[in-house]
């Protein structure tokens, strides 16, 4: 729902423009941070409790019925994201190679920008705010195998899913019996790492 409205405010006549989707971004996220905190001020223990594990990003209080509605909708995006590879791979180049390949520029973005949002709404609503796995799995997987769309995609894809994994085996381990949220392991391994990207030239490729 967010990053579908972020799209909306960010669109402007001839595509999406990266500054308004920075500022759509930035306002909307202050907007529904209000609102989580209307609706935690307003909550039960129990359901302040849930909501605290959602946005500390915790897989242990999510809901296995709603399971096949979140995979259809990370499928669809999956199937989207693939099927524009290679439109992908020329946009890496620069615009002005994807639209002399025949590509649409704005066109290619829109349709990216969906199926990231439908991948985004699916992971968010039923594990929480998980960070980090976004920014960083895609770029070590590129480092590792490639900057080829049509394999880095399903890559991403595969070892976002096994470091969530690691991170959640970390949180119910480490300090047993207690849970660590894992969200909270994925900003640990996540941030120094970060940080270093930060100090690369190469950052903005990320």
Same mark, same amino acid.
């Given at each position: 729902m967010v990053s579908?409205?972020?799209?909306?405010?960010?669109?402007? =006549?001839?595509?999406?423009?990266?500054?308004?989707?920075?500022?759509?971004g930035i306002g909307l996220s202050f907007l529904f941070h209000a609102v989580i905190m209307l609706l935690i001020s307003m909550s039960t223990n129990e359901r302040l409790i849930r909501v605290v594990l959602w946005m500390f990003g915790d897989l242990s209080m999510a809901d296995w019925s709603l399971i096949p509605y979140g995979l259809l909708l990370v499928i669809s995006g999956l199937m989207i994201s693939f099927?524009?590879?290679?439109?992908?791979?020329?946009?890496?180049?620069?615009?002005? %190679?994807?639209?002399?390949l025949g590509f649409s520029v704005n066109k290619e973005r829109l349709l990216l920008f969906v199926s990231i949002s439908?991948?985004?709404?699916?992971?968010?609503?039923?594990?929480?705010? $998980?960070? %980090?796995?976004?920014?960083?799995? /895609?770029?070590?997987? =590129?480092?590792?195998?490639?900057?080829?769309? =049509? $394999? &880095?995609? /399903?890559?991403?894809?595969?070892?976002?899913g096994v470091f969530l994994?690691?991170?959640? &085996?970390?949180?119910?381990?480490?300090?047993?019996?207690?849970e660590i949220p894992s969200g909270?392991?994925?900003?640990?391994?996540?941030? /120094?790492? %970060?940080?270093?990207?930060? =100090?690369?030239?190469?950052?903005?490729?990320?």
């Open positions: 579908i409205l972020v799209g909306i405010f960010g669109w402007k =006549r001839g595509g999406l423009w990266p500054e308004r989707l920075l500022l759509a099927s524009r590879s290679k439109a992908l791979n020329a946009l890496i180049l620069g615009d002005e %190679f994807a639209h002399s439908l991948m985004t709404a699916a992971s968010v609503s039923l594990g929480g705010t $998980i960070g %980090f796995i976004g920014l960083l799995v /895609p770029h070590i997987m =590129r480092f590792l195998i490639g900057a080829d769309s =049509r $394999i &880095l995609i /399903p890559a991403s894809a595969i070892g976002g994994c690691v991170a959640d &085996l970390i949180g119910r381990s480490i300090m047993a019996p207690t909270i392991i994925t900003a640990i391994i996540g941030s /120094p790492y %970060f940080l270093y990207l930060l =100090r690369r030239k190469d950052v903005l490729n990320i």
